[in-house]
């Protein structure tokens, strides 16, 4: 009798894609839809953009180049809306873009990354990012997805975490009482290599530090998240501690968190080397992948194929 129920359960979740060991067709036919010419295209365009140092004209141009595109994806105005901090004299704005769950629309994904860089355009730190989580809301735009998903971009990260700071302390806590329930907290940084070198891997990122209570959700995560790369994309993955990047704003207020950063590390990031001839698009593009379909996990999307 016990056993017929363990076996059930099983059933159960494996037909709701959770524990999958194979790519949900569904998912694995959206991840077919990750566009190397778009990420080629949006990191020509991101280097175009400039130096994008938090509270340029730059900095803007760059922001309000990102909107545009969620624009032209067919995201409409009230889904969009804009974080606007002051870092001393300077102001920048970081942009949310919601698309809501259908099952539990008040327990949010958010999968972030910054778009403000320093001394250089900064096509792998992180115009990389910025371009993987455009190319996977143009995709999901439309697929029904049981948690809702925030996309963010952030501004101010290389002046120390500034916009993703204002964000969980504003936006996320509003005088201290949290506004919304946050899932998973997926980022993206700095994940386009460096040209000439062979990349093959991917860091899934871990906390191992800080608030030690979401430690171990963030360790079953990250599993999650090594397991879904080698599914959906020709990538292997390795674990590394989380540091230095947006998430960690979000780890302090006890968020579990997770993501993504190259294995072999280039050191053009903060130079004016950080271009688009000096990245490895290819790698993007992977990274691409192995997101769209981690993304797809964690927000639980629909397994049934959209018609067309
Ligand atoms: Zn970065």
């Known amino acids: 009798m016990i056993k017929k129920i363990h076996s059930l359960l099983l059933f159960s979740f494996t037909a709701a894609?959770?524990?999958?060991?194979?790519?949900v067709?569904?998912?694995?036919?959206?991840?077919d839809m990750v566009s190397e010419k778009n990420i080629v295209n949006n990191l020509k365009e991101f280097e175009g953009l400039g130096i994008k140092t938090t509270g340029s004209k730059e900095n803007n141009n760059a922001f309000n180049w990102i909107k545009n595109k969620y624009l032209s994806y067919g995201f409409t105005e009230d889904q969009i809306s804009e974080d606007p901090f002051k870092m001393g004299k300077v102001e920048s704005k970081n942009l949310i873009i919601t698309k809501k769950g259908t099952v539990q629309p008040d327990k949010y994904i958010i999968i972030c990354g910054h778009f403000d860089s320093i001394n250089g355009p900064g096509v792998n730190d992180n115009g990389?990012?910025?371009?993987?989580i455009m190319e996977a809301a143009?995709?999901?735009k439309d697929v029904p997805t049981d948690y809702s998903i925030k996309f963010i971009h952030f501004s101010g990260e290389e002046q120390g975490l500034k916009g993703s700071k204002h964000y969980v302390d504003n936006v996320v806590y509003k005088d201290n009482v949290r506004q919304f329930d946050i899932k998973l907290v997926f980022n993206l940084d700095q994940?386009?290599?460096?040209?000439?070198?062979?990349?093959?891997?991917?860091?899934?990122?871990?906390?191992?530090g800080g608030s030690s209570k979401n430690n171990k959700a963030?360790?079953?995560?990250?599993?999650?998240?090594?397991?879904?790369v080698t599914l959906y994309s020709p990538l292997k993955a390795a674990v590394d501690p989380a540091e230095d990047t947006?998430?960690?704003?979000?780890?302090?207020?006890?968020e579990v968190i997770t993501g993504f950063f190259e294995y072999l590390r280039s050191e053009l990031p903060h130079t004016p080397d950080d271009t688009f001839a000096n990245t490895d698009t290819r790698y993007v593009f992977n990274i691409g992948k192995a997101?769209?379909?981690?993304?797809?996990?964690?927000a639980q999307a629909s397994v049934v194929n959209e018609k067309k």
Do not use: W
């Not at 067709?25 to 991840?31: D, G, M």
């Not at 990389?128 to 993987?132: F, K, L, N, Q, R």
């Not at 997101?291 to 964690?298: K, Y």
């Open 17 to 23: 894609g959770f524990h999958a060991q194979n790519a």
């Open 25 to 31: 067709p569904a998912y694995q036919s959206r991840v």
């Open 128 to 132: 990389s990012g910025t371009t993987i």
């Open 138 to 140: 143009r995709i999901l």
């Open 191 to 208: 994940v386009g290599g460096k040209k000439g070198l062979f990349h093959d891997t991917v860091y899934c990122d871990e906390d191992q």
């Open 218 to 228: 963030s360790t079953d995560a990250t599993k999650e998240l090594m397991k879904y």
């Open 246 to 254: 947006d998430y960690i704003s979000f780890e302090k207020k006890g």
């Open 291 to 298: 997101t769209l379909g981690a993304l797809q996990h964690f």
